[in-house]
Structures are given as C-alpha cells and as structure tokens.
C-alpha cells in the first residue's frame, strides 16, 4: 500500500510517495498539461493507494481525474495539517511528504470531501453569489456618482421602478450620462441572469426530497433551502446539530483554565456560506415567528442585538438539522397545540417533534 501526498500549485504538483513502512520511495514534479502526464503518472499505483491533497488552487478537478483512476482521494484540514506539522523548513517537497506520512500514522486531520455532483449543485448558488456581489458593486457606483455631482434623492429604493425613471431622466454631461447608461445596462442583464439561476435552485428544491422541507421554517425560502442542503451534504455525517452549529462557525470560542471558563465571540471556522445564510435567516424568522421574537428580545436586552441574532442562527441550525434528520416539514408550537396532540410538557422555542399520526 502507498500513500501520495500532493502539494499543489496552479500548474504542477510535487508529490511524494510513502510505502507501509514510511520510507519516501519516489518525488516527483507533475505538470498540469497536459493532463495525461499526471493520468499516466499514477495509473502505476495499486487500487488501494490513498493520495492526500489540501484544498487548494485546482484540488477539484484532480481529486475527480484521480477518483476516475480508482483511487481513494483524501482531503486534508488545511488549517489543523499546520498546526500539527508546521516546521523551519518549508518546500514543497517537504510539504507533500508530510501529508503521505500523516495519513499513514492515522494523524491525519481530514477534511470533507463532497461528491462530484454536490460540488457541481454548489457551484449553482456560488455563480450567484458572485453575480449579486457584482450588481451590488455596480450600485455603489451609480451612487458615488450621483454624491459627486451633487444630485440628491429621496428615494428609498433607487433601483426601483421610480427610481430608474429618475436616473434614466437626468440630464449629465459626457462622459457621466454615457458611463450611467452603461451601468444600468450591466444592471439588468444581471437581473436577468440572476433570476434564470433562482428559478433553477427553486425547481430543484421543489424536486429534491430533503430541500424542499427547509422553505416551511419561517425565514427560509428556496435559495437559503438550495444553500443549506448543497453546503451540509450528507447529513448524517453529523452525529448532532451541535457538531453542524461547530461546522458553520456558529459556537462561541472557549478558553480554559483550570476552573476558570470564559466563553468569547464565534470561532468563525468552518463553512462561511452556511454561517451566513443562518444569520440572514435568523434576521427573517425574528420578524414573523412571535415565540421567537420574545425570545430574540430578551437575549438583545442583556447582551445586544448582535449576540440575539446569532442565537437565533444557531437555533435555526438544530431545527434545519430536525427537518433533514427526520426528513418533514417545520411545525409550530401554535400549530401542534392546536391540532391538541401536544403534551403539556414545556417545549424549547421553535424545536417541536412532528405530529402524531
């Protein structure tokens, strides 16, 4: 049995391999392109190879080439690969011999690989991300513009239907009036092209057996649903929402002491787009869930708003967990009382077990 550990780069990869007994039997720099070089390289491997890799520049399509082969990829932590072996000597020769070793001494702190096709689904939302982020960019400017040459408006939404008839109305010198046009333009193709991708992530939630759970929690429509299930995978790969709330960087950090216990702001590690999809829905759900605005309300009073709205994120994690999990839709504690199959029993806010048949 070998172990490959690959330190990668845009166009090559070093790699070293390690046999059973951890002796280095082979280093070698493998380009990119063409793409055989690197197919070819390692087709002289038995099936039960295990290559490491990080989750850098390019890891994706060559994690799939080498899946292709057989072989079992697996993905290293990057960030607790150097804390356990970061040294003075820093190559990428050294870099690759570390992960083949790590893995072969069980020490290996991995992270998840996601299948091929869940990769694929994530890409969708992340395409709209990015084209969102660039309408935002392209608003700011028309803004800046309008504060530079003095032009003021009491719109609340300038980009709205009136808004629009007000910009497309003013009277601007060249280069201004040609270079707002121009924004506009981009604006909604934007729009356009943003819209045909919500309308692929809302007929995919409609179809996907556990998505289509998630829009009934209050705060949560289809896009966030979309976000959720592509970002968590396989939810069973969490053996408690706990461990989900750690992965999306939703638990406070903690330092000990002997018997002294401080527990500070959000670790902030994990998956940046699930901990922001839960905070914009926390923000949602404090507005149309009455429980949970009481809730939310006494938690701002002591500690601020800040501190609510991520508690509330963070309750949202167990009920998103409950609903995958238990595969059903979201039940409000007003809903189960009323079908009066509840006990009396108190009832932590918006966690409620399904209905009795």
């Known amino acids: 049995m070998f172990y490959v550990g690959m330190d990668i780069h845009k166009r090559f990869s070093q790699v070293a391999v390690v046999d059973e007994s951890g002796e280095v039997v082979d280093q070698h720099r493998l380009n990119h392109t063409p793409r ?11 099936k039960d ?4 890799m990080e989750p850098t ?42 992960l083949a070793q790590l893995q072969r001494t069980s020490f290996l702190p991995q992270a998840y690989l996601a299948p091929k096709e869940i990769r694929k689904l994530r890409d969708l939302f992340r395409c709209r991300c990015g084209l969102v982020r660039l309408r935002t960019i392209l608003k700011l400017q028309i803004h800046a513009l309008l504060i530079r040459l003095g032009i003021f408006h ?25 270079n707002l046009g121009r924004q506009l333009r981009v604006i909604d193709l934007l729009y356009k092209e943003i819209r045909q991708i919500e ?45 989900l709330a750690s992965y999306c960087g939703l638990v406070p950090s903690v330092k000990q002491s002997g018997g002294f216990v ?35 309300e006494k938690i701002r009073r002591k500690k601020g708003s800040g501190v609510a709205i991520c508690a509330v ?4 994690v167990g009920i998103v967990y409950q609903l995958l ?12 009382t009323q079908a009066n199959s509840w006990s009396s029993r108190p009832v932590h806010p918006l966690v409620v077990p399904p209905v009795a048949g």
């Open 36 to 46: 055989e070089e690197l197919t070819d390289y390692f087709k002289q491997f038995p």
């Open 49 to 52: 190879t295990q290559v490491i």
């Open 57 to 98: 520049c390019g890891w994706s399509w060559l994690s799939d080439d080498i899946s292709d082969l057989g072989l079992e990829v697996i993905l290293a932590h990057p960030l607790k690969v150097r804390l356990i072996a970061e040294s003075q000597i820093k190559t990428d020769k050294v870099d690759a011999v570390v």
């Open 154 to 178: 009491s719109f609340s939404d300038l980009f709205g239907k009136t808004g629009r008839a007000f910009l497309e109305g003013l009277e601007l010198e060249s280069p201004y009036k040609e």
């Open 199 to 243: 309308k692929q992530i809302q007929k995919r939630v409609s179809q996907d057996p556990q998505a289509k759970h998630l829009p009934t929690i209050p705060g949560v429509g289809a896009i966030l649903a979309y976000l959720f299930t592509t970002e968590i995978g396989e939810i069973t790969r969490f053996s408690s929402a706990k461990k």
């Open 262 to 296: 401080h527990y500070g702001h959000l670790t902030k590690t994990g998956n940046t787009l699930l901990r922001w999809g839960f905070i914009e829905a926390a923000q949602v759900a404090i507005r149309f869930n009455p429980e949970l605005k009481v809730w939310a």
């Open 313 to 316: 994120a963070r309750k949202l």
């Open 325 to 336: 999990t238990q595969e059903r839709d979201y039940i409000s504690r007003k809903d189960v």
